[in-house]
């Protein structure tokens, strides 16, 4: 191709390039003068649509679907996400034997109350926490792994999810790890119908009970046992005053309610007591009536001394709660069984237990024969005590007087060899082993000094 030709040639595609663009221009030339600034943002048609006998249309209008509102899909409207406003609960579960206990806590443990909660159990039906304690407890299951599921509540963001349990066959005597979801303070019940213990020992005393701390010189260790009833205690005079231990009580089940319930001055009292130098047993006032409740009893006990260096026994107080105790018309079997689901726990833990009751109560109203292997702590207010079988402790009046507290407080004697030199706190040496000493026991009369 000669030189003119190529001239000609690219004349001509110039001059139709010219041309498309001015062609695409014209079509747009509503947008372009938008753009330039140069229309008052009014429509202007450029060229007329016809309507055809198909019912399309046609045209030179090219930007036409971008004023058709069907042409694109619908716009898509994002639903907001909805905010959901409530309290987060979450659920314990545990079980002893044949029973499946439920608990509905919040984020940081504690049982959720005031609310009639639901679960479901697969295969089985629903329950519902009627009481709105935060609880629902089921026995008599068979032994085997069930699903459970919280049913929604208002006001409540509960877990979608399926939470599963075993269920046991038989009674194991070991520490539940939950029992702090139910223990609760002197806040939460009614004292005067729970905290009713009666001093059993003082049905049968003859009056005969010396009161004098110098009583106690050359018979055994002399030590008292407190209560939230002794009110606030200056330990360090105590100490001074000549006590040598002191058995505090932690805690006790609700004589109506069957509540376990935190005596309202242990931690005062444990405190007090160790760092004033007093070495210090435990002991828990029970109103136990099956062997479940027993363990969950004495479950409550371990959480609550194992972080304290406990040296004398955890003892478990076998007495009348005035005679409408929820405990008080059991028999001598039965409640000799209770008791020793208690003192099975607490050993299995790795501490010295045993029983504190009135001669009339060991004599009577439990069968010691279940429970011989305990430590018994004898209560008996007399110048000398009548009691035929071994004891390990005498409280031997509830009238006497010790600098430091100010109202009458309990006076024991202790017979047994008590190592004090093993930190029983948890993580230190002595927590995992049974403390050290012999049985201690000794008949009436009898002088181990």
């Known amino acids: 191709m000669d030189y003119k030709k190529m001239k000609r040639t690219l004349i001509a ?121 935060g609880i629902i407890y089921i026995d008599g299951l068979r032994s085997g792994e069930y699903s459970v599921l919280l ?82 205690i200056d330990w360090e005079k105590v100490k001074a005053d000549g006590i040598e231990f002191a058995i505090i009580r932690c805690g006790y089940r609700g004589a109506t309610s069957g509540s376990l319930v935190l005596d309202a001055m242990y931690e005062a009292n444990i405190k007090g007591a160790i760092e004033a130098g007093i070495p210090v047993g435990v002991y828990f006032f029970t109103q136990a009536t099956s062997e479940v409740e027993a363990v969950e009893e004495a479950s409550m006990v371990i959480s609550l001394i194992e972080n304290y260096d406990v040296d004398y026994p955890v003892f478990l107080d076998s007495e009348s709660a005035g005679g409408n105790g929820r405990a008080d018309q059991l028999d001598a079997e039965e409640r000799a069984r209770y008791h020793k689901a208690f003192l099975e726990t607490i050993a299995s833990a790795g501490y010295e237990t045993g029983v504190y009751a009135s001669k009339n109560w060991l004599n009577n109203r439990l069968d010691m024969t279940q429970l011989s292997q305990y430590k018994v702590w004898l209560a008996e207010y007399a110048d000398a005590p009548t009691y035929e079988e071994y004891y390990d402790m005498w409280q031997y009046t509830s009238k006497g007087t010790v600098d430091g507290i100010e109202t009458r407080v309990d006076l024991d004697l202790s017979f047994m060899n008590i190592d004090t030199s093993i930190n029983h706190a948890k993580g230190a040496a002595g927590y995992t082993g049974v403390i050290d000493g012999d049985s201690g026991n000794v008949p009436t009369g009898s002088d181990t000094n």
Do not use: C
């Open 151 to 232: 049913e929604e509540a208002e006001g409540f963001i509960v877990p979608n999810t399926i939470t599963s349990i075993q269920v046991k066959q038989e009674i194991e005597y070991r520490v539940l790890d939950d029992i702090e979801y139910m223990i609760l303070t002197e806040d939460d019940i009614d004292v005067e119908k729970d905290d009713k213990f009666l001093h059993s020992a003082e049905e049968s005393a003859d009056g005969s009970e010396n009161t004098e701390l110098g009583f106690a010189n050359g018979t055994g260790k002399l030590g008292i046992d407190v209560s939230r009833w002794n009110k606030e």
């Open 13 to 133: 595609m110039i001059a139709m390039f010219v041309v498309l663009i001015g062609v695409i221009a014209l079509t747009n030339l509503e947008t372009v003068m938008k753009k330039l600034g140069l229309t008052d943002g009014q429509v202007q048609e450029t060229a007329a649509v016809e309507e055809d006998t198909t019912g399309g249309q046609r045209g030179n209008d090219l930007s036409a679907f971008l004023r058709d509102e069907t042409f694109f899909d619908p716009e898509v409207k994002f639903k907001s996400i909805e905010s959901f406003s409530g309290k987060k609960v979450f659920l314990v579960m545990s079980s002893v034997a044949k029973d499946l206990r439920i608990m509905v806590v919040d984020s940081v443990g504690r049982l959720v109350t005031g609310t009639p909660f639901t679960i479901r159990i697969q295969g089985f039906g629903e329950y519902t926490d009627y009481d709105e304690d």
